[in-house]
């Protein structure tokens, strides 16, 4: 099973992190050495806790902390032990589970963007765009990520609920962009953190398929590659078409 579908089955135990810090020289301190606890033991420990606080400060990724503990037992780490580390931590007095049901949904440190396109009869690309309600500006599938989604399962979401577009497969583009921190006043972030990085995806529509807007936006058109980089209001949603019609153009994607 991969880790994708691991978090998915019930996104870590559906339990909301929440760590009681101590730094020292920027590592987290297990006090247990004194009690007798394993030095190797406590040394991934101390590995395994400042990658999750580092997680929730927004420095690094569920998949980076995976990578951590593998690097730090010499051996290849799994999610699940991810989770036998995180029990342990808990049972030590460092970390604390509250159930996702008394806690909403966190806002997650990264914002993604997808942008649909289809082949005409005449085999011309065409992307969507859609106007937001608010802004009244031409855009992609945008929002943020959730809890300890990925980028590739939040745009897979946003998908679903700005376009009607559920179960369709999403392909990860080059584009990435940053996006200044203060523009999610209400996120409840590390006050440290300047910029959130925005991941863009592609998704190919079939001609015939429907598109069912949300109330974020107003209305949506499809576009001439050309017209879409014209119109659309960010830099990065430009990029991203640009990228992607250069990707269909060479035959990689379509």
Known sequence: MSLAQDLSADTILRLSLECRRTYQDGRLVISSYAKGYPRERAYLQNELGTAVCEMLDGRSTVSDIV???????????????????????DQLGFLEFVSSATVPARRAPFQILVIPYRECSDHRFEVALLRRSDLLCWQGIAGGGQDLESPIEAAARELAEEAGLAGQPVFPLQTVASVPARHFPHA?????????REYSFSVKIATDQAISISSEHSEFGWFALDEAVRLAEWDSTKTAVQELAFTLTNANLA
């Open 188 to 196: 409840d972030w590390c006050p440290r953190l300047a910029v959130v």
């Open 67 to 89: 990578v951590r503990l593998g690097a730090a037992q010499r051996r290849p780490a799994s999610l699940s032990d991810v989770l036998e580390y995180l029990r342990e931590l």
